[in-house]
């Protein structure tokens, strides 16, 4: 997964579960392979982490292959609304990235089925790799001694708001004073619990898209709204997410033009928008209301 790094100053970070795809691919494999029960059963034991890599085990050893959960996983529902936004943005100049508590070899089979994989420029998710055995081995991505964030919403294996500071950090680098304002603008796509901690770690410059409905929604709208610093815009549906992905992208887009016209006029969109249909070239509005922030 190569792809080149965005040309426009908008860098997309997607979920995967649940955001990419309209399930969780764990459970979607774990279902399709008939060894829901037992899965339920290590959960009762282990942290989810663990008890899809034993899982993994478990079916090895009673002949299934990877090839098996390579297929379940072509079938994972993929909404041709989120190939369409994730093809476009691409195509408008944006750095996309996958941050996931899936796993490399759930993540790469969908996105390689879909023709996808080359839209992303990196992915951040558990380690995974098929041993000598055949069989699938799933690791955490935050091994011991952990990823030490005091946040509930967080797992033991992965915290993605330490791979956030990262990615924010790689996108300042070689920023100083003024400049670090102009860092790339980050648009970050989630539903889960796990994507509040990366959520918070975005300022004022960024965007968060909560899945309406969902736990990261639930915990932006109903806790303290000023801890989060981005513009919160929600999506409901797929059809939701490419619109208000697209229209942000837009946004950016006319931005970057305005701060970048001279002649004091009023500045005309740049062509990547004016080739979008109106209802995203204009915007989106920030359904839940934007922070207002203090100094101290």
């Not at 079916?59 to 990877?66: D, M, N, P, Y």
């Amino acid at each position: 997964m190569a792809a080149s790094g965005g040309g426009n100053g908008v860098v997309v970070v997607f979920d995967f579960d649940k955001t990419i795809i309209d399930c969780d691919s764990d459970n979607w494999v774990v279902d399709a392979l008939g060894a829901t029960a037992r899965f339920d059963d290590l959960l009762c034991r282990l942290p989810w982490n663990s008890a899809i890599d034993a899982m993994m085990g478990e079916l090895h050893a009673e002949g299934r292959t990877v090839e098996e959960v390579a297929a379940s996983l072509r079938a994972a529902p993929l909404s041709p609304r989120v190939a369409a936004a994730v093809e476009t943005a691409r195509a408008l100049g944006c750095e996309l990235r996958v941050l996931s508590d899936a796993n490399a070899f759930f993540v790469g089979a969908v996105l390689d089925h879909h023709g996808l994989a080359g839209c992303f420029s990196a992915v951040d998710t558990n380690p995974a790799a098929v041993d000598a055995d055949g069989r699938l081995r799933i690791l955490p991505y935050h091994g011991l001694p952990g990823h030490g964030c005091p946040l509930a919403t967080c797992p033991p294996n992965m915290c993605k708001g330490k791979v956030m500071e990262r990615i924010i950090d790689e996108l300042s680098c070689g920023c100083g004073g003024a400049l670090a304002a102009r860092r790339r603008r980050v648009v970050y796509v989630g539903d889960g619990r796990g994507d509040y901690c990366p959520s918070l770690k975005l300022t004022e410059m960024d965007y968060v898209m909560p899945r309406k409905g969902y736990p990261v929604w639930d915990l932006i709208a109903g806790g303290d709204r000023a801890a989060v610093r981005a513009d919160v815009r929600e999506w409901a549906d797929f059809e939701d997410l490419e619109a208000v992905l697209l229209g942000i992208v837009a946004e950016c887009l006319t931005s970057e033009h305005d701060d970048a016209d001279d002649d004091g006029g009023e500045a005309a969109p740049p062509a990547e928008c004016r080739a979008l249909p109106a209802t995203l070239a204009s915007g989106q509005e920030a359904i839940l209301p934007k922070a207002v922030h203090v100094p101290n």
